[in-house]
């Protein structure tokens, strides 16, 4: 095989692998959940769904990040699709915990329930 031969090969194959990562990362993005939380006054503040995919069974929890049993406010939705929002009520006071955060869970891409957290101290 002559010099030219293998240039052509390497970036041959490196453009395919290229392609396959972009793909990779478009699929990726284009079907999953993010969350963004947006406080605004008065306490009442919105998780937003600025992913690609829609949310369903949402389940979002203000209180300690780690004991489920300490619940401040709570909210549900059946179904968050990109850019709509669950409006929840998140204001830490004196007795709040220290880890006091807001968790959002929800089933995501073949079912598996997942989780965010968020600290709000």
């Known amino acids: 095989m002559e010099a030219g031969d293998v240039a052509t090969w390497v970036g041959s194959t490196a453009a395919v692998v290229a392609a ?32 690609g995919a829609a949310a369903k069974d949402v389940h979002v929890r ?31 006071n004196y007795g709040s915990p220290g880890d006091y955060s807001l968790v959002v869970t929800w089933r995501g891409r073949f079912g598996r329930r997942k989780r965010w957290t968020r600290a709000l101290i």
């Open 20 to 51: 396959a990562a972009s793909i990779a990362v478009l699929w990726r993005e284009r079907g999953s959940v993010a969350w963004e939380f947006d406080r605004e006054q008065h306490g009442r503040s919105f998780v937003r769904n600025v992913g």
């Open 62 to 92: 203000v209180g300690s990040a780690t004991d489920d049993t300490d619940v401040d406010e709570q909210a549900t939705a059946a179904a968050v699709a990109p850019g709509e929002v669950v409006p929840i009520l998140a204001h830490a």
